[in-house]
């Protein structure tokens, strides 16, 4: 009996156990996608086959902490065109996150102060070190303060994240320009005589060029001595900036001296038009140097000598013997003498030997008799004695 039932299951046993030793495939897959398509295979064997039809790229941004996602920006180079100083712009460059994972940015460097920059996603601020979801719209966003600039300015902003193209870099630039254009920069006059500014101003023509049409509204400041014409005369460019001119003049009362100051207009543009004068006013007497004699750092035990020149500057005029006074420590000590009758006058100056270590200073009053009509000069003397 045993017999014939192992002999009625024989036929069974070689069906189930028949056929070829190799594995039949499904025409137009490998072996791998089989076993990745067969859920009945082992986890092993399916991870196995995944990871094996991704780029390798992809494969270690996903093992690193990465984005297999780009941060597409629309443009790389903003180009701001004309701006004026002290004006800010704003700066904007979009991006859309494209692939399938989300992107974190984790930081943006702008190269210099002019720039201030955020991140902006569906609109609205949006906190770096988050992730932004696949398929999102974003932007750079920030400000561009051309105050401390001129002409040409350049800047860059860095970018950095996980995404597969970060970190990256954007460049932005603008031409900066003043709201008004002076020339010459400067209104230099030269030297010049009280009497002869009394007889006849010195003018100068100042061209003004204004980012567009403009009027002086009131003059702020007029330093004495100072006339301020504006001419009549206009131009409009083709950029729709607007030139005007000055005629500026100085007269005879003027201060003597170094003569640097400035003139200020109140102006429709909501700013201040400031033009710059220089000029050496020189009046019937010449003071060489002007306000500070210096003796500098001396060493101590040294004698140290220096001098103040007192010269007739108009040849109209005849120096008479001036009056010398001087406030300050005894080891400073002066002597005056007459180089040419009439016309120069010097005060030799010195610090004694024996001056203590330290700083030192006095006041010089140079005055001349009553009736003459010069005026009077006080020059501050300085030193500092070292080692």
Same mark, same amino acid.
């Given at each position: 009996?045993?017999?014939?039932?192992?002999?009625?299951?024989?036929?069974?046993?070689?069906? =189930?156990?028949?056929?070829?030793?190799?594995?039949?495939?499904?025409?137009?897959?490998?072996?791998?996608?089989?076993?990745?398509?067969?859920?009945?295979?082992?986890?092993?064997?399916?991870?196995?086959?995944?990871?094996?039809?991704?780029?390798?790229?992809?494969?270690?941004?996903?093992?690193?902490?990465?984005?297999?996602?780009?941060?597409?920006?629309?443009?790389?180079?903003?180009?701001?065109?004309?701006?004026?100083?002290?004006?800010?712009?704003?700066?904007?460059?979009?991006?859309?996150?494209?692939?399938?994972?989300?992107?974190?940015?984790?930081?943006?460097?702008?190269?210099?102060?002019?720039?201030?920059?955020?991140?902006?996603?569906?609109?609205?601020?949006?906190?770096?070190?988050?992730?932004?979801?696949?398929?999102?719209?974003?932007?750079?966003?920030?400000?561009?303060?051309?105050?401390?600039?001129?002409?040409?300015?350049?800047?860059?902003?860095?970018?950095?994240?996980?995404?597969?193209?970060?970190?990256?870099?954007?460049?932005?630039?603008?031409?900066?320009?003043?709201?008004?254009?002076?020339?010459?920069?400067?209104?230099?006059?030269?030297?010049?005589?009280?009497?002869?500014?009394?007889?006849?101003?010195?003018?100068?023509?100042?061209?003004?060029?204004?980012? #567009?049409?403009?009027?002086?509204?009131?003059?702020?400041?007029?330093?004495?001595?100072?006339?301020?014409?504006?001419?009549?005369?206009?131009?409009?460019?083709?950029?729709?900036?607007?030139?005007?001119?000055?005629?500026?003049?100085?007269?005879?009362? =003027?201060?003597?001296?170094?003569?640097?100051?400035?003139?200020?207009? #109140?102006?429709?543009?909501?700013?201040?038009?400031?033009?710059?004068?220089?000029?050496?006013?020189?009046?019937?007497?010449?003071?060489?140097?002007?306000?500070?004699?210096?003796?500098?750092?001396?060493?101590?035990?040294?004698?140290?000598?220096?001098?103040?020149?007192?010269?007739?500057?108009?040849?109209?005029?005849?120096?008479?013997?001036?009056?010398?006074?001087?406030?300050?420590?005894?080891?400073?000590?002066?002597?005056?003498?007459?180089?040419?009758?009439?016309?120069?006058?010097?005060?030799?100056?010195?610090?004694?030997?024996?001056?203590?270590?330290?700083?030192?200073?006095?006041?010089?009053?140079?005055?001349?008799?009553?009736?003459? =009509?010069?005026?009077?000069?006080?020059?501050?003397?300085?030193?500092?004695?070292?080692?």
């Amino acid at each position: 009996m045993k017999l014939a039932r192992l002999l009625l299951l024989l036929p069974c046993l070689l069906v =189930a156990c028949g056929g070829s030793d190799e594995s039949p495939e499904t025409e137009g897959q490998t072996p791998a996608t089989s076993a990745a398509q067969d859920s009945s295979a082992p986890d092993g064997a399916r991870l196995t086959a995944e990871t094996s039809t991704k780029p390798i790229g992809e494969s270690l941004q996903s093992v690193q902490g990465g984005s297999r996602s780009r941060v597409q920006f629309e443009f790389l180079d903003l180009d701001l065109g004309v701006i004026y100083q002290e004006n800010t712009t704003e700066i904007r460059f979009p991006f859309v996150v494209e692939g399938p994972d989300p992107v974190t940015i984790t930081g943006m460097d702008a190269s210099c102060g002019c720039s201030e920059v955020s991140l902006e996603v569906e609109g609205k601020p949006y906190p770096i070190n988050t992730p932004i979801k696949a398929g999102a719209k974003g932007a750079v966003v920030g400000t561009f303060n051309a105050a401390q600039y001129l002409n040409t300015k350049t800047s860059t902003i860095r970018v950095m994240g996980n995404a597969m193209n970060l970190p990256i870099t954007l460049n932005l630039q603008a031409f900066i320009r003043r709201h008004f254009e002076i020339s010459p920069g400067t209104v230099r006059f030269g030297q010049q005589l009280v009497r002869n500014l009394a007889e006849q101003p010195a003018t100068q023509r100042v061209k003004v060029t204004g980012r #567009e049409a403009f009027e002086i509204k009131s003059w702020k400041l007029v330093p004495q001595g100072v006339e301020v014409e504006v001419d009549a005369e206009t131009q409009m460019l083709g950029d729709g900036r607007q030139v005007r001119y000055l005629n500026i003049k100085l007269n005879g009362q =003027a201060p003597a001296g170094v003569f640097m100051r400035s003139i200020q207009a #109140e102006t429709t543009l909501d700013r201040d038009l400031e033009v710059h004068l220089y000029a050496n006013i020189v009046g019937p007497v010449q003071y060489a140097p002007e306000e500070f004699l210096k003796f500098g750092a001396v060493t101590e035990g040294t004698l140290t000598k220096r001098q103040v020149k007192i010269l007739a500057s108009d040849p109209t005029v005849t120096l008479p013997e001036p009056k010398i006074e001087f406030a300050g420590p005894e080891y400073f000590s002066w002597k005056l003498v007459e180089k040419e009758v009439g016309r120069e006058w010097i005060v030799r100056f010195q610090l004694a030997e024996d001056a203590p270590i330290g700083r030192h200073g006095g006041r010089l009053m140079i005055s001349f008799p009553d009736d003459e =009509a010069l005026p009077p000069r006080e020059i501050k003397v300085s030193a500092m004695v070292r080692r």
